[in-house]
């Protein structure tokens, strides 16, 4: 599988890059006790990190909000991921437990402040395109709703879009049957590609952790 960026988004910002993991011989299933209890203990702290603070002024997702109105998307109307889950923290309609890998996908945002993308790669068709999207680019997203990618992030493969920093489809969704999975990381640009690898290589690690397999990753632009 080759995965590729769209030469628009470099021409747009010229530090955009994306993180990409590859994992095979995994095991998804209910998340491990552990994982629970840290995923609702970190969400109870940031809602006291958070209660009397704004989200927009983090400065992770402000670059992602920045870089959603440089696209052509309305970040007060499409939020990236990973304001959403803060909003929802903030709210405290703290995330319930759904599979392991669903699970740390949504903690591991919560700690890096940035949108990610977890989904199987058996679902996948050929190569795999970041871009940005057009009229013609409609889902079933996970909540069940169609959604227009038109002028947002997104990637497809040859079936058509499936993934983007806003909200993924149902169509590649990781389940208790996924043995290979592909996790798209959404870089802050202005994170150093030094930095983007030690990010990478955190995350990849605690991931095999409590899936077993294999990562590979690497960072494309």
């Known amino acids: 599988m080759e995965i590729t960026v769209q030469g628009q988004l470099n021409q747009l910002n010229k530090d955009f890059k994306i993180g990409i993991v590859e994992y095979q011989d995994i095991h998804v299933g209910d998340s491990p006790q552990m994982l629970k209890g840290r995923l609702q203990l970190f969400q109870e702290s940031l809602y006291f990190d958070y209660v009397d603070k704004k989200v927009t002024d983090i400065q992770a997702i402000q670059e992602w909000r920045q870089l959603f109105k440089t696209i052509g998307t309305d970040p007060n109307r499409y939020r990236p991921s990973s304001e959403a889950l803060y909003r929802r923290v903030q709210k405290q309609q703290y995330l319930q437990p759904f599979n392991s890998a669903v699970d740390l996908n949504n903690f591991l945002s919560l700690q890096y402040q940035i949108p990610l993308g977890i989904y ?7 190569d795999v395109k970041i871009k940005i999207g057009s009229e013609e680019d409609i889902y079933l997203a996970i909540n069940e709703r169609e959604v227009s990618f038109h002028n947002k992030l997104v990637s497809e493969d040859h079936q058509g879009p499936f993934g983007s920093p806003y909200v993924d489809s149902k169509r590649t969704a990781v389940t208790s ?3 290979e999975a592909l996790h798209i990381v959404y870089l802050n640009p202005s994170l150093s590609e030094e930095k983007s690898l030690e990010l990478l290589q955190a ?17 494309i632009k």
């Open 177 to 179: 049957n996924t043995t």
């Open 120 to 126: 199987d790669q058996d679902k996948l068709t050929g």
């Open 203 to 219: 995350l990849s690690s605690m991931f095999t952790q409590i899936h077993g397999g294999d990562a590979t990753y690497k960072i």
